[in-house]
């Protein structure tokens, strides 16, 4: 079983409109990542939410980490092409040392 | 904000060769480095955590001795694939870690493309 279920796994959608993200678990989180990748290069930090119930904004983008700290949503406002790319949630845990990533979202914004 | 360098960006070899893939962070220090493994439009798979100064931890189903880390340095740590085959190709990248105070960091390298003919 995956401990990080994001959805959906891919999704395509036209240029203005809006959309979200989702990465759920079981497990509580100490802090959950945002990452974009684009083809052929390596993932990018998006934000990092540490508090539960936090609301980060990034431009368009709206991060929220879950107030029990098990789930995050990324909402995605008026999407451009520029937005398109491969979105990736990770989780640490407290007593781990690695981070947990979800399968990610692939999203593509036609103009 | 840090960088994380990782070289080479792409190598095409022939079956049976090894191939090393350097990665550095080249403005911080880090005691722990990661290895993933990438298939297209797929997330990232964990292969191995390196550490500074002592043997790395694979993952289950990761080989050692066919994927070699050695982390020597608080700023390098290199994968090499030995005897490479083709169903070896893949996305490879590293990630470092950053220990700030109260707030740890993870940067990416920008990958490297094996490609195994």
């Known amino acids: 079983t995956q401990l990080l279920e994001q959805s959906p796994q891919f999704l395509s959608i036209q240029e203005g409109e809006n959309l979200t993200v989702y990465c759920n678990s079981s497990s509580v989180f100490s802090s959950l990542q945002w990452y974009r990748q684009e083809p052929g290069e390596g993932p990018v930090l998006l934000v990092t939410?540490?508090?539960?119930?936090e609301v980060k904004k990034l431009k368009r983008l709206t991060f929220q980490f879950g107030d029990a700290r098990k789930d995050s949503s990324l909402h995605i406002t008026a999407a451009q092409t520029g937005d398109t790319g491969l979105y990736l949630c990770?989780?640490?845990?407290?007593?781990?040392?690695?981070?947990?990533f979800g399968k990610g979202t692939m999203l593509l914004v036609s103009p | 904000g840090a960088v994380v360098s990782q070289h080479p960006s792409r190598v095409i070899c022939k079956s049976g060769t090894s191939v090393k893939i350097e990665c550095r962070s080249l403005?911080?220090?880090?005691?722990?480095m990661f290895w993933y493994r990438q298939f297209p439009k797929q997330s990232l798979m964990l292969m191995a955590t390196s550490n500074e100064g002592s043997k790395a931890t694979y993952e289950q189903g990761v080989e050692k001795d066919k994927f070699l880390i050695n982390h020597a340095s608080l700023t390098l740590s290199t994968l090499t694939v030995t005897s490479a085959h083709p169903e070896d190709s893949s996305f490879y990248i590293c990630s470092a870690r950053q220990d700030l105070q109260a707030n740890e960091k993870l940067f990416f390298g920008s990958g490297t493309q094996l490609s195994v003919l």
């Open positions: 990770a989780g640490a845990r407290s007593g781990y040392s690695t981070l947990t």
């Open positions: 939410v540490v508090t539960g119930g």
């Open positions: 403005d911080f220090q880090a005691t722990t």
